[in-house]
């Protein structure tokens, strides 16, 4: 059966999705029976030397209003007019899949909703983790499992920044500077090395497993500007890397969801995790720990997510098969007072004596440092305490030089 299709944006990621599209359009075929075409491309560029250059359309309406185009994918980025082409689309009973973590992350319930009265489905696999399939599995091959732990390397900018602090030794400035020349991070990197890309990334896991969208503004976000090069040296000495983790923990009956770097061992098959590669780290109550690896971004390996949606939601077409997950806004509890969330530091101090860190925080771990500080794990504790024993220590003439959380994860 043939399914038109059309593709918004003709980008890096939409020009990956048309090229996989038609390069493998006959074993698509072969293996699912749906015969894919692209009909349309929508683009503000008239791009008369491209292969799709007789499809390029510049008004949105050509596709709202043609009744054999049954899904489209959203490939713009951003939220304006992303937003406002999807929820046209939607409405007009046209499937919509995207790659558009930002729109997702915060309209995500809403286009589920608009999706679901239309009889369409609005799909996102390629929304986070790039071409790692994550979402699916999820929703439909976890199902029946309580997910307790979402745990993953969700950036690939900032894993090989850390990456290469780590194997090649330079400072975190020239290891952004080697970044951008790759092209592995934009002029502007705000978005990746503060955590924003992986807080957005974090709520639609956790939307998808737990079912509640939790608002990016409300999620604990730190980046990995204050990580020094003696940091990741001292992380090494006791078998350790420092990883930047988006992280979603059921405890009991509390949520906690958050973005910062974390100390992990190298006995956590995430601390292994390198280069612009991401991994998602998952643990359910009767499948125990999964992880999935695998490139989090780039033209083929997000166009292959992007056309893993395609082809259900064109297979969907036909069938009526596929269903919208249900997620609803998180209440004014949602996630739970991140001050209640526990976990071990590792601190780096000048200017204090030892037996001062021995009184206000007890039994430490020391772990070796450059010379002039005093760097140690503590034991498990809250931020509220981690932060009152810090403020104690600073009013005795300490100054922090850096505190990394601990993932105590050996599996």
């Known amino acids: ?3 038109q299709v059309a593709i918004m944006g003709l980008g890096v990621v939409g020009g990956g999705t048309a090229d996989l599209l038609t390069e493998n359009h006959d074993l698509i075929l072969s293996r699912t029976g749906v015969d894919i075409r692209i009909k349309y491309i929508l683009d503000i560029r008239d791009l008369p030397d491209s292969p799709y250059a007789d499809r390029i359309v510049h ?18 980025g951003g939220v304006h007019p992303a937003y406002e082409f999807t929820r046209r689309l939607l409405e007009a009973g046209k499937s919509v899949v995207s ?13 589920l909703s ?40 969700l950036n690939g900018t900032t894993n090989y920044i850390l990456t290469r602090m780590i194997s090649g030794g330079v400072d975190f400035e020239d290891a952004l500077a080697e970044a951008k020349a790759k092209g592995y991070a934009e002029a502007n990197p705000t978005a990746d090395i503060d955590g924003h890309d992986a807080a957005r990334k974090i709520a639609i896991l956790a939307a998808t497993a737990f079912g509640h969208l939790i608002p990016t503004e409300r999620i604990h976000t730190e980046g990995i500007r204050g990580i020094r090069l003696s940091d990741v040296r001292a992380a ?81 077409a036909l069938t009526g098969a596929l269903t919208n997950p249900v997620w609803t806004p998180a209440d004014e509890s949602e996630p739970s007072d991140f001050a209640s969330f526990a976990c071990r530091h590792y601190i780096a101090l000048s200017g204090v004596e030892a037996n001062a860190v021995d009184v206000i925080f007890g039994k430490t771990e020391p772990v070796p440092t450059v010379e002039g500080e005093i760097a140690f794990l503590t034991e498990l504790m809250t931020e509220r305490e981690a932060l009152e024993r810090l403020e104690r220590i600073s009013a005795s003439g300490a100054t922090l030089q850096s505190r990394i959380r601990v993932c105590d994860r050996t599996e």
Not at 118 to 134: D, F, R
Not at 294 to 305: E, F, H, L, Q
């Open 1 to 3: 059966m043939v399914v």
């Open 59 to 76: 008004d949105i309406s050509v596709i709202a209003s043609d009744p054999e185009v049954a899904v489209v994918a959203e490939t713009i």
């Open 99 to 111: 790659s558009n973590k930002q729109l997702v992350s915060e309209y995500g319930v809403e286009l």
């Open 114 to 153: 608009v999706a679901e009265k239309a009889g369409c489905v609005y799909l996102y696999e390629a929304s986070t983790g790039g071409g790692i399939p994550i979402l699916s599995p999820l929703r439909y091959d976890l199902a029946g499992n309580e997910i307790s732990e979402i745990s993953g390397i």
């Open 236 to 316: 090494e000495s006791i078998g350790a890397r420092i990883k930047l983790l988006g992280r979603a923990l059921r405890l009991g009956g509390e949520l906690f969801i958050l973005v910062a770097p974390f100390l992990v061992f190298d006995s956590c098959p995430l601390a292994r995790i390198d280069d612009v590669y991401n991994g998602v780290l998952v643990h359910g109550n009767y499948v125990g720990d999964l992880l999935f690896y695998g490139r989090g971004a780039g033209a083929k390996a997000t166009a292959s997510a992007v056309a893993a949606d395609l082809i259900s939601a064109a297979s969907s």
